[in-house]
């Protein structure tokens, strides 16, 4: 994602960043604006109108005399990408994991069956060309740029256009799903085998082929993702104790298991 480059995105990023990590403790609302406004060195106005957009992006909601409470998680707009990008980012999230790959399981196996069964040529040749780039790729940017159309254009050969009008979505989830799972270009590029043998089975007309390596390809993306979180838990919690320790903080937890 893009870094914020005016003011208003700035403070957006980094208070809506400060909300998902529960920098704001266990009381489960925003400092006062006139302290906000202090904090950040702008003014009231400038902080109104970020509290606005949290609470667009559902993270807030405001009323008089209660000020700006955070939100349950389920009222998050959890498949904006900047808010999903927090929340991968902060990896305070328990459980989110298994919500993006519960939809990507839901979608992408039977998008993977459609695209064998209707794709047209062209589409084929498109989720080919994505696979010969994965293959090539130098790094671990460019190769998540290519495995991102790989999926995007199976979704696009699938020949449903409700599948494809979630693109969009999708996009975000797979972004995220790959921040999670790919921890560096030599484990992206260890799944470019099982990318192929999607493709193979998509560019030989045989749907059922096409689920079951689409399947198989979103187990080693769990079991990738079930190694880097219990890392980054580690590392997380030696960082969490650091900084509680120095500033007796008490932060609020997001746990998507009770979402």
Do not use: Y
């Amino acid at each position: 994602m893009s870094r914020p480059s005016s003011l208003h995105d700035v403070l957006v990023d980094r208070i809506g960043r400060m909300v998902v990590g529960g920098a704001f403790g266990s009381a489960g609302s925003l400092p006062r604006e006139d302290e906000l406004a202090e904090t950040f060195s702008v003014s009231r106005t400038v902080i109104r109108e970020v509290t606005k957009t949290l609470r667009a992006l559902g993270l807030v909601t405001t009323g008089p005399r209660v000020g700006s409470r955070i939100q349950p998680i389920a009222s998050w707009r959890l498949l904006d990408p900047q808010v999903m990008d927090w929340i991968t980012d902060a990896d305070m999230a328990n459980g989110f994991e298994r919500h993006l790959l519960e939809i990507r399981s839901m979608v992408e196996p039977a998008a993977a069956a459609f695209a064998a069964e209707r794709g047209s040529d062209s589409q084929i040749a498109a989720i080919a060309a994505a696979l010969v780039a994965m293959t090539n790729s130098p790094d671990k940017l460019s190769h998540e740029a290519a495995d991102l159309r790989f999926h995007e254009a199976i979704l696009e050969a699938s020949g449903n256009l409700l599948l494809v009008q979630l693109k969009p979505i999708l996009h975000a989830v797979l972004k995220a799903s790959f921040r999670l799972s790919m921890h560096d270009h030599a484990r992206g590029r260890a799944s470019v085998a099982t990318h192929k043998r999607v493709a193979d089975a998509i560019v030989a007309r045989a749907p059922e082929d096409a689920r079951r390596t689409m399947a198989e390809l979103l187990a080693m993306a769990r079991a990738d993702i079930e190694h880097g979180a219990g890392r980054r838990r580690d590392d997380l919690s030696t960082t969490r104790n650091a900084e509680e320790t120095q500033h007796g903080s008490h932060r609020r937890k997001v746990d998507f298991t009770r979402a």
